[in-house]
C-alpha cells in the first residue's frame, strides 16, 4: 500500500482513514481481529522505485514488484497512527470481510537486482509524520 501527502480524506485506504479517524477523534475501524498484515511504501520510496524503472535497459520491460517487505498488522498500524496523533481514538472491530487477504507483502528481489539497489529508505514512523501533518493541516483549513 502507497500512502504520503496528497492522498484524498476519503479514498478509502487504510492509512488515511485511520489518520482521519485518529485526528478527528473517532473511533478507528478494524475489520476481524487485525492480524491481517500489510506493507506500506512511502510515495516518495515508489516514485524513486518508478524512475530507476525507467531508466533501465529498453530489455528489462517487467513486471517488477515496488514496495515495501516489511509487514506489520493493521492493529499495529491503528495503534502507530494512535500514538503518532495522541488521539483518544478507540478500536472498533467489525467482521473480517471474506474476501480480506491475511498478508500482502511485495518480494523486491527483483527491483533490488535491476534497479541498482533500490529498496524503500523512508521509516514508517517517518512517512506517517509526513502524512499526519499534511491531514491535520487539511481537515483544520
Not at 524503472?53 to 502507530?80: S, Y
Not at 511485495?106 to 499526519?132: F, N, Y
Request: aromatic letters at 8%; a negative charge.
Amino acid at each position: 500500500n502507497t500512502y504520503g501527502p496528497r492522498m484524498h480524506p476519503n479514498d478509502g485506504r487504510v492509512v488515511s482513514n485511520f489518520i482521519v479517524q485518529a485526528l478527528r477523534g473517532e473511533n478507528i475501524t478494524i475489520y476481524g481481529e487485525g492480524q491481517q498484515t500489510r506493507s506500506f511504501c512511502y510515495v516518495d520510496d515508489l516514485i524513486e522505485g518508478f524512475i530507476r524503472l525507467m531508466a533501465t535497459d529498453k530489455d528489462f520491460t517487467g513486471p517488477c514488484n515496488l514496495g515495501n517487505p516489511a509487514e506489520m498488522t493493521i492493529r499495529e498500524l491503528a495503534e502507530t497512527v494512535i500514538a503518532l496523533t495522541n488521539s483518544g481514538s478507540k478500536l472498533v472491530f467489525k467482521p473480517l470481510p471474506q474476501d480480506d487477504p491475511m498478508q500482502r507483502q511485495p518480494d523486491i528481489t527483483l527491483a533490488k537486482s535491476k534497479l541498482g539497489g533500490w529498496e524503500p529508505q523512508v521509516k514508517l514512523e517517518d512517512g506517517l509524520r509526513r502524512t499526519i501533518a499534511y491531514f491535520d493541516g487539511l481537515l483544520s483549513a
